[in-house]
């Protein structure tokens, strides 16, 4: 009786079906493939494409990575089974090529000279036309697609691009590269940001305004197809859905099913007028500029950045203060689709630090890089049962 009172109440206000079918989510995420001993990256997706019974990995440009895609979900907890369920998945094609997988941003020493890519004729004319930029790019990121009504879609895209740098915060675990400390949490990010058509997507009146933006720039031939829009957030060109693409993989399931929680209530509430523009009296030209620079500190200083608050007296805002406060704005809308449980993992990541915090500890308590590959190999594999196996089998040694 009490869920369906809480559906009641959400029929009440939201119009046109039930919020679980009207915003469901799905999540696509990308991992490394590592040598169990050494830790190092390896070009070995074929390999274990074919050892995947389940065909449901994918390839993906660079062949030291496969990419998993959940099916469309109707809540966080769904969510979180099927993403634990192709993580184990994963790890056992992996293991049957003596291969371990990997949940973060960027591989910690691995330098890209001598890795391959995929043999793939979309992805021969995207390194012809990106050269050293795509042949070098070897990051792994976390997309996360909610569905959202045709009409709304749009209005929701507007309201949404101004939180990208909230999410992006959270998720951030890429410090370490080519066997140094960046200095930045996502340097994921900063190889990104090399591409065209990055950052915070422009405003969109509708959906034929899209289209014919896509259009204008097909006939100027500067991109393949809408696929190469990378925005942070995108309208999809397939799907009837969002897509947030800013975030780096997550080692711990728990974290990334927590921000995409956090995610999709964003989105209901934003395409249901509940949420409103990040600083909605700024000309759009300034406003892009603040998206831009407070992307930046995230990037730079994950959960310790300050952004840039044009709401605030004081002009900025904690990032940590700004996330909690999106939090308890659409925990109202998370408790309607379901998500709460999962939504109010948030404080907890928030206390534990993100993945880069995490990644910092552990390299400084173990001095060493290849240390850090295998907890995070471990991390990746939480909750998986995987997990477990590998404590039984070392509890036998």
Known sequence: MAGQRAKGKAAQRFSGGTMERDYTIGMEEEYQLVDRETGALRSRAPDVLHADWSSEMRKEFQATMVEIG????????ELEREVRRLRFQAATAAGAEGLGIVASGIHPFTRWEGQERTVDERYDRIEREYRRLARDEHIFGMHIHVAVPPPKRFPALARVRGYTPHLLALACSSPFFEAADTGFAS??????????FTGAPPRFASEADFRAFVDRLLRARAIGDARNLYWSVR???TYPTLEFRATDVCPRAEDAVAIAALTRALTCAAAEGAVSDAAPTLPESQMDEILAANEWRATRHGLEATLIDPMSPGGATPVRSAVRRLVDRVMRTAEELGDAHELARVEALLERGCGADRMRRVFRECNGFVPLVRWLAAETLLGTGLDQRQAQREECA
């Open 70 to 77: 959940t099916p469309i979900c109707q809540s966080a907890a």
């Open 187 to 196: 340097f994921r990010m900063i190889l990104w940001r090399r591409w065209p």
């Open 235 to 237: 309208p999809h060109p």
